[in-house]
């Protein structure tokens, strides 16, 4: 079992940054790939970015990419998102997942665990 924590969230404007953490409690944090995905009202969840147990491979959604950075220290059992030049349509709750794997996917039906979110909200 593994329980996920997000913080980190807040209220920025467009093009600022934000740093997202996800705290994992259990004993079996290296052997999961780890995913951030987002939620906006009235649409659906999406995937934003992922990491693979070991950290050597990462994949992001187009809408973030080159804007977005995912990293895992594992000793620390925390995942980050680094989310730099923010804009209004990155407004969304983010969601923390894990997957008992060790690679990551896109679909939110991939993973095994999920946090409570964290609120980002960016005011243009």
């Known amino acids: 079992q593994v329980q996920l924590v997000e913080s980190g969230g807040g209220l920025v404007q467009a093009g600022g940054s934000l740093r997202l953490f996800c705290a994992a409690s259990g004993r079996t944090f290296t052997t999961y790939a780890m995913a951030w995905f987002r939620q906006a009202p009235g649409k659906e969840r999406e995937f934003v970015a992922g990491?693979?147990?070991?950290?050597?491979?990462?994949d992001y959604s187009d809408s973030v990419k080159g804007r977005f950075t995912i990293s895992r220290d594992n000793a620390k059992k925390t995942a980050y998102l680094q989310m730099n030049s923010l804009k209004p349509e990155d407004t969304a709750i983010y969601y923390c997942?894990?997957?008992?794997?060790?690679?990551?996917?896109?679909?939110?039906?991939?993973?095994?665990?999920w946090g409570q979110g964290t609120q980002v909200t960016v005011s243009s």
């Open positions: 997942a894990a997957a008992a794997t060790q690679s990551p996917a896109t679909y939110s039906g991939f993973y095994d665990f």
């Open positions: 990491i693979s147990w070991t950290g050597a491979r990462t």
